[in-house]
């Protein structure tokens, strides 16, 4: 089955850590570029974390900076999301994405529907 298969979301107190994970079923990762998003009620999905294929490009949302990083094991078929010192306003359904073309859209970390590969989403809590 072609699917990307999320897991290591949960409940973590503020300043926690958590580590996301997601891995393609089906097809490999080296080709492609991927990415992290985020979506809460009655917001749009948003950009977390993105990084091109080449690894020539790698954003992170403001929010998010020097707290999250985002790798790729390509060995592995693996993308991850290693969140630390987490925030309340972290919480979230996180979405990893992968997608053959659109490199501008990964540089800007840009969601979109049309993309190859999302998966089925994680839910993140930060609460005390």
């Known amino acids: 089955q072609v699917q990307l298969v999320e897991s290591g979301g949960g409940l973590v107190q503020p300043g926690g850590s958590l580590r996301l994970s997601c891995t393609a079923s089906g097809f490999t990762l080296d080709n492609l570029h991927i990415g992290w998003f985020r979506q809460v009620p009655g917001k749009e999905r948003e950009g977390v974390s993105c990084?091109?294929?080449?690894?020539?490009?790698?954003y992170y949302a403001d929010s998010v900076k020097g707290r999250f990083t985002i790798s790729r094991d390509n060995a592995k078929k693996t993308m991850y999301l290693q969140m630390d010192s987490l925030r309340p306003e972290d919480t979230g359904i996180y979405y990893c994405?992968?997608?053959?073309?659109?490199?501008?859209?990964?540089?800007?970390?840009?969601?979109?529907?049309?993309?190859?590969?999302w998966g089925q989403g994680t839910q993140v809590t930060v609460s005390s």
């Open positions: 994405a992968a997608n053959r073309g659109k490199e501008i859209l990964f540089r800007l970390c840009k969601s979109d529907p049309r993309y190859d590969y």
């Open positions: 990084i091109t294929t080449s690894e020539s490009s790698i």
